[in-house]
């Protein structure tokens, strides 16, 4: 391979060897944004999940996954006439510098994390309001977002507007209703989509307690999922040393089962 100045140059000969109608590689030619993006979702997800498990290898082979997704659309736009792997890094340093001025700026005015959290969703709320005459609060909140870091945005952003509650105690009272009101559509003849929709507001609802108690829905989501996980994995482990089939247990028996498995947690 001919070597270039620089790694990331060397990467973005290789993604457009790949894209080469005559000699690359027919997976690679064959794809577009709508068939890639499934695939930076999932590459975003992988990082993720290196993160959580503190894996620094596996990390930096899934940051150079997703970066070569960048490096992807830059090659599939540059061979449409639009923006290239410069334009995008041009852009997002610009972004950057415009959205700190306490840093690149003469604003000093900002010295803690949460006041740069303010400041920099007063600099987007202007910036969308430049874009159009007709915007709103809500505008720009991608609904390819998992649902519930979709509701912590669309939540945050009513609430800059006024549009929430300053105590706890509201937020805990919604939740009750929103459960009643589950309740209530799960005794009434059955209507899937009545069912769903007040699951649904019930969620909202879970999801705007855990932004009022600082805590980051998805990650306490996901954090819940290892939990029950773990347990539940706990619990096969017990079961297999007796070769006893999971599922030949009573409901009953899983249910003692898990408070053993629990406690045992808990006292270690």
Same mark, same amino acid.
């Given at each position: 391979? =001919? ?12 993604? %457009?060897? &790949? #894209?080469? !109608? *005559? ?109 159009? =005459? ?12 998992? %649902?519930? &870091? #979709?509701? !912590? *945005? ?115």
């Amino acid at each position: 391979m =001919t070597n270039y100045q620089s790694p990331i140059e060397n990467l973005l000969k290789i993604m %457009a060897d &790949l #894209r080469n !109608q *005559k000699t690359g590689c027919p997976w690679d030619i064959e794809q577009t944004f709508e068939t890639i993006a499934p695939y930076t979702i999932e590459e975003a997800y992988e990082v993720a999940d290196a993160i959580q498990r503190q894996d620094q290898d596996a990390l930096k082979d899934e940051l150079g996954d997703l970066l070569f997704q960048v490096v992807f659309y830059a090659q599939m736009s540059k061979e449409d006439g639009n923006f290239d792997f410069d334009d995008i890094v041009e852009s997002i340093s610009e972004k950057m510098i415009r959205r700190h001025p306490h840093v690149f700026g003469d604003k000093n005015d900002i010295q803690t994390s949460q006041r740069q959290s303010i400041a920099w969703e007063d600099q987007k709320a202007i910036e969308r309001s430049g874009k159009s =005459t007709t915007s709103g609060v809500l505008d720009d909140v991608a609904m390819a977002l998992p %649902a519930l &870091l #979709r509701a !912590q *945005k669309l939540q945050k952003r009513a609430a800059r507007v006024g549009f929430d509650w300053k105590e706890l105690d509201p937020v805990m009272e919604k939740i009750e209703e929103e459960l009643k009101e589950v309740e209530e559509a799960l005794n009434t003849p059955k209507n899937a989509e009545h069912i769903k929709e007040e699951i649904g507001d019930l969620l909202f609802a879970c999801v705007n307690l855990a932004r009022h108690a600082g805590i980051d829905a998805e990650q306490a989501l996901i954090a819940g999922n290892t939990k029950f996980e773990r347990r539940f994995k706990e619990m096969e482990g017990i079961l297999r040393k007796t070769d006893q089939p999971i599922n030949k247990c009573s409901l009953t028996e899983l249910e003692e089962l898990w408070e053993t498995v629990k406690k045992g947690e808990q006292n270690s």
